[in-house]
Nanobody, 120 residues
Framework: VELVESGGGLVQPGGSLRLSCAVS????????MGWYRQAPGKQHELVAV???????EYADSVKGRFTISRDNANNTLYLEMNDLQPEDTAVYYC???????????????WGQGTRVTVSS
């Protein structure tokens, strides 16, 4: 499945952004979807997961600030990000996911992502 991320940009600390992920085909066919991010020089970090059945999980670093949601009608996954901080600077990737032995894993290769820079 093709996933195309958008919505990144430059924002000041304390600001907000909403990332979008357009899904080719029906998002209802994908059970597990999530957002990862990769900061410069670091590995990919799982930010949020949406199972489509009401189960949502967040990394501790973004709890209370980020919200993941699905728009089934428009086949889009969103990540609403509030109170952004410099440590949120990264390339953000949307991903179809699998769950193996209670661990979340990316299911396919990475797309282009969308870059978020938080700086004054």
């Amino acid at each position: 499945v093709e996933l195309v991320e958008s919505g990144g940009g430059l924002v000041q600390p304390g600001g907000s952004l909403r990332l979008s992920c357009a899904v080719s085909g029906s998002i209802l066919d994908i059970t597990y979807m999530g957002w990862y991010r990769q900061a410069p020089g670091k590995q990919h970090e799982l930010v949020a997961v949406n199972t489509g059945s009401g189960i949502i999980e967040y990394a501790d670093s973004v709890k209370g600030r980020f919200t993941i949601s699905r728009d089934n009608a428009n086949n889009t996954l969103y990540l609403e990000m509030n109170d952004l901080q410099p440590e949120d600077t990264a390339v953000y990737y949307c991903m179809k996911m699998s769950r193996i032995n209670s661990d979340w894993q990316p299911f396919q290769s990475w797309g282009q992502g969308t870059r978020v820079t938080v700086s004054s």
